[in-house]
């Protein structure tokens, strides 16, 4: 049966919970995850990070984003077509409009290129939303996928930011990979705090605390920035927005790097 570290050091659990392993293998793991309590644990972490990242953190289109985006390109496609079929009468109006010019005086010439030139700024703006859109996508499709990446790499480590005294039903799993050089925080666990506050993350190094980043209130799951020759972690509260200088008398939890 495989032991603890091998099942760790190699990232077997994370292959398991994506169906990457054999039926032996599957097997083993299994054996592994009922006969040590421990292991289960951090299996079942992890479990509920997988579960975070797909359901609530994973990328939520806006309600109807599928048919709005088929709307949308439908709209600009068909105002583009009255574009062109207004091209052609305009050209069309042109000719037939010279015989009579002077009757007609210049007034309607001016009105045509102005519904013209407002169907052009129409399709501009259709076209600039859409993309918006699909930007915005993208870039959440980025972040999930950097997350994921850190979660399910063999070499990420994971620590336990348990509460203290100002936070005792507080607790804060976060991933360090110091390979890839990235730091993934669950903050499920953390109490919500009012508007004027915010938790702040920092790492010591040889005694100095460098800031990490503000955590998010909206997010459970999320990056923080790598600090290279980290001793510890630690989470302050901070006024809204981060402070330049950790809060010393608010420091909520910590883990010290192994």
Not at 24 to 31: G, L, R
Not at 41 to 56: P, Q
Request: hydrophobic fraction near 40%.
């Amino acid at each position: 049966m495989m032991d603890n570290k091998h099942i760790l050091d190699n990232g077997l659990l994370e292959q398991y919970l994506l169906g990457e392993l054999n039926t032996q293998e599957c097997e083993q793991i299994e054996q592994a995850l009922a006969s040590d309590t421990e292991l289960k644990a951090k299996f079942d972490a992890l479990e509920k990070d997988f579960e975070i990242l797909g359901l609530e953190n994973a990328i939520t289109p806006p309600k109807g984003i599928k048919h709005q985006l088929i709307q949308d390109i439908k709209e600009a496609k068909n105002i583009k077509n009255k574009k062109n079929n207004s091209n052609l009468k305009f050209y069309l109006g042109i000719a037939a409009s010279i015989a009579a010019l002077l009757m007609i005086g210049s007034f309607w010439m001016y009105k045509e290129l102005s519904d013209l030139k407002q169907q052009l700024q129409t399709v501009e703006i259709e076209k600039t939303e859409l993309n918006d859109k699909l930007n915005n996508l993208n870039q959440q499709l980025e972040q999930e996928t950097e997350l994921f990446a850190t979660l399910t790499h063999p070499d990420t480590k994971q620590y336990v930011l348990k509460g203290n005294t100002l936070m005792p039903d507080g607790k804060v799993l976060s991933y360090v990979n110091h390979n890839t050089k990235t730091v993934v925080i669950n903050t499920e666990r953390l109490p919500k705090l009012d508007e004027a506050h915010d938790y702040q993350m920092w790492a010591d190094v040889e005694g100095d605390m460098i800031n990490m980043g503000v955590i998010a209130k909206d997010q459970n799951l999320m990056a923080m920035t790598y600090i290279d020759h980290a001793e510890s972690l630690n989470i302050t509260i901070e006024p809204a927005g981060g402070n330049d200088h950790p809060t010393v008398s608010k420091l909520v939890t910590n883990v010290y790097l192994k």
